[in-house]
C-alpha cells in the first residue's frame, strides 16, 4: 500500500469503515492513528459535500475524526455493490459499524453474513442500547446515554437538576472502549486463527464511567449525588475564585490538607474543630470552602498555581480552550499536531493522548475526499480497470 501510513504499529491490519456521526469514527481513529489501512466506505447515495450530522466534510470535527484514512464510494443497496464489499471483507482483517442493530442485517453485512467469508474478521459494533434487548432498536445520542446511564443525575450542582457533561463522553468512550475490544480480538485472533464479534454502546460505556459512584451503589446502596465542583471524598478539592479567575485545589489527605492550610496562609484551620478530621471537613465542606475563597480572592491564579504547588498542594488553572493550548505543558506535549497536505491548507488536529517509543503516531495524511480513493482501493483488492469501469457505469461506486 503506498500511501502514508501514521505509524508502523498496526500497519498489517485492513479496516473497512463503515460508521458514522462520532462513536464509530472515534473508534476507527484510533485504529487509523496507529497505522492500519482504514479505508471508509462513503455511502453512494449521500450528499457528495459530505453533509452529515456533526458538520461538512471540510469542517474541523469531520477533519479531527477522519484524519489518515483513505476513502470510497459504494452504493451497499445495490446487489452489485453488496457483491464488491463482500470481495473487501474477504481479504479485510476489522469492519466496523455503528447502523441501528436491525440495518446491517436488511443489507445483508451483519458478522454472520461477513464470518462466513472470512473467519478470521474482527467485526466491531457500536449501538446506542445494545445489539439485542428491549432497548435495541431506539437510536442512540449521547446526551440519552448520559441520562439513562446516571452521569447527569451526579453532574452539576446539588438542587439545580440534572447537568449534561460538556462533551459527548457517552459518545467518546463507546468508540474507545470499541477500539480496545477489536485490538483484543486481533490478540486473541494470533492464538486461535479466528476472528469475533465485538460489541459495545454507548449505554455500557457510559455505565462503566460511572466507576467507583456505579461500585458504591453494588456493593453499599448507597446512591452518589450531585457535589457541583467539589470532590465527592476529599475535602477540601474544588473551584476556588482568586483575584482575576478561578483555579481548582486538590487535597488528598490530611497531610496534603496540612500545607494547604499553612499555604494559603490559614494554620487556624488546622486546630479549627469542624475541621481537624475528613469525617468533619466532609460535614463542614461548605463554611471550609467559603474561608478558603475569601483567602484565594487575594491573589492571582498564577500566584497561588506556583505558591500552591510549591508547596505540594496539588493546584491548577482552569483555562478556556484558548488558554489551554497556549500552555507551556500542553505545547510541550505536542497533542496540537499540523496535518501535510499538498493543498497547503491549514489543518491542525489534536493528535494521540498516548505514545510508543519505536512506532508513534503522527498526522499522516489528511481526511480524504468524497470516495478520493476508489480505484486505488478497488484495484489494491484485485479489481480490474474494466470491473472498476464497469461499476462507475453502474453507479455502483
Given amino acids: 500500500m503506498a500511501f502514508p501510513r501514521a505509524s508502523q504499529a498496526l500497519s498489517r491490519f485492513t ?35 459530505g453533509e452529515q450530522p456533526g458538520g461538512p466534510r471540510q469542517g474541523s470535527d469531520f477533519q479531527n475524526l477522519h484524519r489518515n484514512k483513505r476513502a470510497m464510494t459504494l452504493n451497499l443497496k445495490d446487489p452489485k455493490g453488496l457483491e464488491v464489499f463482500k470481495r473487501l471483507a474477504e481479504k479485510a482483517d476489522v469492519v466496523v459499524e455503528n447502523f441501528r442493530p436491525d440495518v446491517k442485517a436488511k443489507l445483508g453485512i451483519d458478522y454472520e453474513s461477513l464470518r462466513q467469508i472470512n473467519p478470521r474478521i474482527v467485526y466491531g459494533s ?4 445494545g445489539q439485542d434487548g428491549p432497548y435495541h432498536k431506539r437510536p442512540g445520542f449521547d446526551q440519552i446515554a448520559q441520562g439513562m446511564g446516571g452521569l447527569m443525575s451526579v453532574t452539576g450542582a446539588p438542587g439545580e437538576g440534572p447537568m449534561r457533561v460538556g462533551i459527548p463522553v457517552a459518545d467518546l468512550t463507546a468508540g474507545l472502549f470499541c477500539a480496545l475490544g477489536i485490538l ?37 446502596k448507597e446512591v452518589a449525588k450531585q457535589a457541583g465542583n467539589n470532590h465527592p471524598t476529599s475535602i477540601p478539592t474544588g473551584v476556588f475564585k482568586t483575584s482575576d479567575g478561578y483555579i481548582n485545589i486538590a487535597t488528598t489527605g490530611g497531610r496534603i490538607w496540612e500545607r494547604c492550610a499553612q499555604a494559603i496562609g490559614a494554620p487556624e484551620l488546622l486546630t479549627n474543630p469542624d475541621y481537624a478530621t475528613a469525617p468533619a471537613r466532609s460535614k463542614n465542606r461548605d463554611a471550609l470552602n467559603a474561608a478558603i475563597g475569601k483567602l484565594t480572592a487575594k491573589k492571582s491564579t498564577e500566584t497561588w498555581v506556583s505558591e500552591l504547588n510549591a508547596a505540594g498542594v496539588p493546584c491548577g488553572p482552569i483555562y478556556a480552550i484558548d488558554q489551554m493550548f497556549k500552555d507551556a505543558q500542553v505545547k510541550h506535549l505536542g497533542i496540537a499536531q499540523h496535518v501535510p497536505n499538498d493543498e497547503n491548507r491549514h489543518i491542525q488536529l489534536v493528535g494521540q493522548p498516548l505514545t510508543l517509543s519505536r512506532t508513534p503516531s503522527k498526522m ?34
Fill in 126 to 129: 457500536i449501538s446506542g442500547f
Fill in 15 to 49: 479496516v473497512l469503515d463503515l460508521t458514522r456521526v462520532r462513536s464509530g469514527p472515534t473508534c476507527v481513529r484510533q485504529l487509523a492513528d496507529w497505522g492500519a489501512n482504514v479505508i471508509k466506505i462513503d455511502a453512494l447515495l449521500e450528499d457528495a459535500a
Fill in 364 to 397: 499522516a495524511a489528511r481526511p480524504p475526499e468524497f470516495g478520493e480513493q476508489t480505484e486505488e482501493v478497488l484495484a489494491e483488492f484485485g479489481f480490474s480497470k474494466d470491473e472498476i469501469a464497469g461499476l462507475r457505469q453502474r453507479k455502483v461506486v
Fill in 184 to 220: 483484543t480480538a486481533l490478540l486473541e485472533r494470533d492464538v486461535s486463527g479466528e476472528g469475533q464479534w465485538v460489541q459495545t454502546s454507548l449505554l455500557q460505556a457510559q455505565i462503566f464511567m460511572l466507576d467507583f459512584q456505579a461500585s458504591r451503589w453494588l456493593m453499599e
